[in-house]
């Protein structure tokens, strides 16, 4: 595809459930970002990889967050034991490389509401 | 560390009007400038950066953005507003240095009325 896709667009559970959202950059972007975006709120850095390896994974909340991108392209964040709080939009952006003024560019975002 | 101020929630303004929002940023070391323009459910799209160089920058749809290092701001402006131009604008901010992550501010959120 032309853009970056990330599914599913829309995902409700219940609280304690595990649940898995996939982002898919644009071919060729080694750099990838997740970020959770809260209501009223600028989206939130969780994790950078760059190729397969988490490069910076400061943002991630607690250890019921992981994310993973094994080859280099399609990542997926994982969430165990969801909660409440962990309701929002989760982003994710990639880009050419990790360089400074390289652009990102963000996927439409999943919306986790957690019942 | 760095952090971002967008100190308007919302702006309402009328079509062809001109508008500027603002923000304002902290950072201990030299930083790059961003603006993004998000459109209901889309992602968010870069609108224009500031990296180095000239301090006013031209973007995307008619936009621009003065870096003031003085005044640690990076207000966005456009002299004449459409109604296709009603989105949500962030402003981040990273520093320059290597590897650094990206901080966003809470948005401001642009109402044109026709």
């Known amino acids: 595809g032309a853009g970056v896709s990330q599914t599913p667009s829309n995902k409700v559970t219940e609280k304690g459930k595990y649940v898995e959202l996939r982002c898919d950059p644009i071919?060729?972007?080694?750099?990838l970002y997740w970020y959770r975006q809260s209501l009223g709120q600028g989206p939130e850095f969780l994790i950078y990889f760059q190729g397969t390896g988490a490069a910076d994974d400061s943002g991630l909340p607690n250890d019921r967050f992981f994310a993973v991108r094994p080859e280099g392209s399609v990542s997926t964040l994982k969430i165990q034991r969801t909660e409440r709080g962990d309701s929002a939009v989760y982003l994710c952006?990639?880009?050419?490389?990790?360089?400074?003024?390289?652009?990102?560019?963000f996927g439409p975002g999943t919306r986790l509401t957690v019942l | 560390a760095q952090s971002v101020t967008q100190l308007d929630s919302q702006v309402p303004v009328f079509e062809e009007a001109p508008v500027e929002l603002r923000c304002n940023y902290s950072?201990?070391?030299?930083?790059?400038l961003f603006w993004y323009v998000q459109y209901p459910n889309q992602g968010l799209q870069l609108l224009l950066k500031y990296l180095s160089g000239s301090t006013l920058v031209k973007g995307i749809n008619g936009f621009e953005a003065e870096f003031n290092k003085s005044q640690t701001s990076f207000h966005l402006r456009k002299p004449s507003v459409h109604i296709s131009d009603t989105a949500e604008y962030f402003c981040a901010v990273r520093g320059s240095g290597g590897y650094q992550k990206v901080t966003f501010g809470t948005g401001t959120k642009l109402q044109v009325i026709p």
């Open positions: 952006a990639g880009a050419v490389a990790g360089g400074p003024g390289n652009e990102q560019f």
């Open positions: 950072s201990s070391v030299s930083v790059y």
């Open positions: 071919s060729g972007h080694t750099a």
